[in-house]
């Protein structure tokens, strides 16, 4: 069983950075692929980055140049480098796992709020 744990969200002002951090425990981190997927008020989730093990990333259009995902082998943890966070980018994140084998993210953090203020 996978467990996950975010950390890392508050509120803050457009234009400003925030980093999100997730821990991982319960099974061998690199079998995995890592997404972080946010919730805005009132709106479905999305996709938002998604990191192999090997360290290759993918963006939703609307953070491209914005946002960073990395992981950390050593110490089993996923980051989201949020720079330029814009009031849009206001939502519930979630840090979620998928293994190689699956199609779908079956495990999932609790979700930290990042709010932005205009």
């Known amino acids: 069983q996978v467990q996950l744990v975010e950390s890392g969200g508050g509120l803050v002002q457009a234009g400003d950075s925030l980093r999100l951090s997730c821990s991982f425990f319960?099974?061998?981190?690199?079998?995995?692929?890592m997404g972080w997927y946010r919730q805005p008020p009132g709106k479905q989730r999305e996709l938002v980055a998604v990191?192999?093990?090997?360290?290759?990333?993918n963006y939703a259009e609307s953070v491209k140049g914005r946002f960073t995902a990395s992981r950390d082998h050593a110490n089993n943890m996923v980051y989201l480098q949020m720079n330029s966070l814009k009031p849009e980018d206001t939502a519930v994140y979630y840090c979620?796992?998928?293994?190689?084998?699956?199609?779908?993210?079956?495990?999932w953090g609790q979700g930290t709020q990042v709010t932005v203020s205009s």
């Open positions: 979620a796992a998928r293994s190689y084998s699956s199609d779908n993210y079956d495990y």
């Open positions: 319960g099974r061998t981190f690199a079998s995995y692929i």
């Open positions: 990191i192999t093990a090997g360290s290759s990333t």
